[in-house]
Nanobody
Framework: QLQLVESGGGSVQPGGSLRLSCAAS????????IGWFREAPGKEREEVSC????????YYADSAQGRFTISRSSDKKTVYLEMTSVSNEDTGVYYC?????????????????????WGQGTQVTVAS
């Protein structure tokens, strides 16, 4: 059973950087579409960035474009979300999710996609 664990969250000042990690014990993630999603207080869960299996195509929400980078580690065990130039609007709980069937990345980067595996989330707080 694939179990995802996020890490790397914390408190950061506006304009700062943070790197989130998504890993699965005993599994490599290269055969999985991986999405990063976030849930801000009082708001619905929204997509941040996704990477597709096999071809590693990436997708970024408008809010993340140019500031965040999604990537896989060289050993394929971890998917990272590098966050730079963060703002207060980036505050929230960040979740990673996995789906095993390939689909165009722009379609599957949606929290309502058929992701069967979700992590427990990691809190990111941006405050001065």
């Amino acid at each position: 059973q694939l179990q995802l664990v996020e890490s790397g969250g914390g408190s950061v000042q506006p304009g700062g950087s943070l790197r989130l990690s998504c890993a699965a014990s005993g599994f490599t993630l290269d055969d999985w579409n991986i999405g990063w999603f976030r849930e801000a207080p009082g708001k619905e869960r929204e997509e941040v960035s996704c990477i597709s299996r096999k071809d590693d195509k990436t997708y970024y929400a408008d809010s993340a474009q140019g500031r965040f980078t999604i990537s896989r580690s060289s050993d394929k065990k971890t998917v990272y979300l590098e966050m730079t130039s963060v703002s207060n609007e980036d505050t929230g709980v960040y979740y990673c999710a996995a789906d095993g069937d390939w689909a165009p990345v722009q379609f599957m980067c949606n929290p309502r996609w058929r992701y069967g595996h979700w992590g427990q989330g990691t809190q990111v707080t941006v405050a001065s």
